[in-house]
């Protein structure tokens, strides 16, 4: 008897390892294509065995593959069964509690965040020596890029963090990198350059106090930045004005 349980539990354990390992492709497919995984759609589960209703990217393909995975048939068979079983109750009862479904939001960033890792921890033991630090932000947002010379001597340069930032001065730019620099178990000591825009707290601010920590790093400016900055005064009212007169 205890024999066959265990059979059973290996069973089980081996359909969820299945399950999951087609939800991290859906993931890495989602990503690599550049497409959002939700957005304003229906998601939850007791409406995934109606195709009448989008509900979104990462849940769409997902259910496309129980046509043609037995595991994610099953799995998902479950899920619309119990999920539908604990709505009705919940709306005869306080709670309708809860399962896991390897398909929430909590699972998809979990996966995401896992596979950003992944990717800084190769990025960080492409890097050979030194590198340059490239910054640039949009009203709430700060992109850091690395740029570098890897193993087989080719210039490389990478997006490696996209995050939220609250001041925009140049010590909380220096902040940003810092610690995404320490994400990447990296030393700013070998940082020997950065470039931003000619803002003046990127400038004189960021580049300025990055100096303190990175003492060999020198300041370049985001050429395609300064060409559309001449493009964009060279083609104003004023210039076309003066032009005329």
């Known amino acids: 008897m205890s024999h066959m349980l265990a059979k059973d539990y290996c069973d089980e354990v081996r359909k969820k390892q299945q399950v999951i390992n087609g939800v991290v492709d859906v993931v890495k497919l989602i990503g690599k294509r550049g497409l959002s995984y939700r957005g304003s759609t229906e998601e939850a589960v007791y409406t995934l065995d109606n195709e009448e209703i989008d509900h979104g990217?990462?849940?769409?393909?997902?259910?496309?593959?129980?046509?043609?995975?037995?595991?994610?048939?099953?799995h998902l068979s479950?899920?619309?069964?119990?999920?539908?079983?604990?709505?009705?109750?919940?709306?005869?009862?306080?709670?309708?509690?809860?399962?896991?479904?390897?398909?929430?939001?909590?699972?998809?960033?979990?996966?995401?965040?896992?596979?950003?890792?992944?990717?800084?921890?190769?990025?960080?033991?492409?890097?050979?020596?030194?590198?340059?630090?490239?910054?640039?932000t949009t009203q709430d947002q700060c992109f850091s890029v690395i740029?570098?010379?890897?193993?087989?001597?080719?210039?490389?340069?990478?997006?490696?963090?996209?995050?939220?930032?609250?001041?925009?001065?140049?010590?909380?730019f220096v902040h940003i990198v810092s610690e995404v620099m320490q994400g990447l178990n990296l030393d700013l000591k070998q940082c020997v350059?950065?470039?931003?825009?000619?803002?003046?707290?990127m400038h004189r601010g960021f580049s300025t106090l990055l100096s303190n920590k990175a003492t060999m790093q020198i300041h370049v400016w985001f050429h395609g930045h300064e060409l559309n900055l001449v493009v964009s005064e060279a083609t104003s009212a004023e210039a076309n004005s003066a032009l005329i007169h």
């Open 147 to 172: 740029r570098y010379v890897d193993k087989t001597g080719n210039i490389q340069e990478r997006l490696v963090s996209i995050v939220k930032c609250e001041e925009t001065t140049g010590e909380a």
């Open 57 to 74: 990217t990462f849940l769409e393909i997902v259910t496309l593959l129980r046509k043609y995975d037995s595991f994610t048939a099953d």
């Open 193 to 201: 350059g950065n470039a931003t825009d000619g803002a003046a707290n």
């Open 78 to 136: 479950w899920l619309v069964h119990n999920s539908k079983t604990k709505n009705e109750k919940a709306n005869s009862s306080k709670g309708k509690g809860s399962f896991v479904t390897f398909l929430s939001r909590t699972t998809v960033d979990s996966i995401i965040t896992v596979i950003r890792d992944m990717i800084r921890y190769f990025i960080s033991e492409d890097i050979t020596d030194m590198f340059a630090a490239e910054i640039d």
